[in-house]
T-cell receptor, first 114, second 114 residues
Framework: NAGVTQTPKFRVLKTGQSMTLLCAQDMNHEYMYWYRQDPGMGLRLIHYSVGEGTTAKGEVPDGYNVSRLKKQNFLLGLESAAPSQTSVYFC?????????????FGEGSRLTVL | QQQVKQSPQSLIVQKGGISIINCAYENTAFDYFPWYQQFPGKGPALLIAIRPDVSEKKEGRFTISFNKSAKQFSLHIMDSQPGDSATYFCAARARGGSQGNLIFGKGTKLSVKP
């Protein structure tokens, strides 16, 4: 049972470089989310998707873009990385957040921007 | 109004003791209050959740107490064990058009000493 898989798990970038984080879920969930976790800041929602082909902004969307071309995948892109984007990124999915409310998280992707 | 305030930031408890983590909120539109547990290097996982129509929910050694009038809820871990050492996040979900997005507290790092 893979659940939610994030790749890569670690990445070091230089300021201005671009990269994409991939999230894949095998639970056929409609909803997918990208969060960032910073010390003392909890989990903050970057972008989310309520179904294939849809995306929406969360609390801290600036500097990030997302795409949900396939139901099982949710991609998070950084076009021009900045040191402020150094963080641990978590992807999550949910079958029906308005009913069950449960999010299923991946193990995280640690990004360092130098 | 969208914040969930969590305290303490860190907590050290002796094995067998009671761990108590508190959260407070302002938004009366919140209708679902989960707690997530996160071990180092892992993603958060749902531990226990409560809805505002009940004042307490217990699952094994974990209990949520909910005070609707005070807009506060807390997690109690009875007979705390070293294996409970983790970071705990409270969260809240607003009913209505938010697609079930959770607002997380900033987290409490719990250390249970043997």
């Amino acid at each position: 049972n893979a659940g939610v898989t994030q790749t890569p798990k670690f990445r070091v970038l230089k300021t201005g470089q671009s990269m994409t984080l991939l999230c894949a879920q095998d639970m056929n969930h409609e909803y997918m989310y990208w969060y960032r976790q910073d010390p003392g800041m909890g989990l903050r929602l970057i972008h989310y998707s309520v179904g294939e082909g849809t995306t929406a902004k969360g609390e801290v969307p600036d500097g990030y873009n997302v795409s949900r071309l396939k139901k099982q995948n949710f991609l998070l892109g950084l076009e021009s990385a900045a040191p402020s984007q150094t963080s641990v990124y978590f992807c999550a999915s949910s079958p029906d957040p308005l009913n069950t409310g449960e999010l299923f998280f991946g193990e995280g992707s640690r990004l360092t921007v130098l | 109004q969208q914040q969930v305030k969590q305290s303490p930031q860190s907590l050290i408890v002796q094995k067998g003791g009671i761990s108590i983590i508190n959260c407070a909120y302002e938004n009366t539109a919140f209708d679902y209050f989960p707690w997530y547990q996160q071990f180092p290097g892992k993603g958060p996982a749902l531990l226990i959740a409560i809805r505002p129509d009940v004042s307490e929910k217990k699952e094994g050694r974990f209990t949520i107490s909910f005070n609707k009038s005070a807009k506060q809820f807390s997690l109690h871990i009875m007979d705390s064990q070293p294996g409970d050492s983790a970071t705990y996040f409270c969260a809240a979900r607003a009913r209505g058009g938010s697609q079930g997005n959770l607002i997380f507290g900033k987290g409490t790092k719990l250390s249970v000493k043997p």
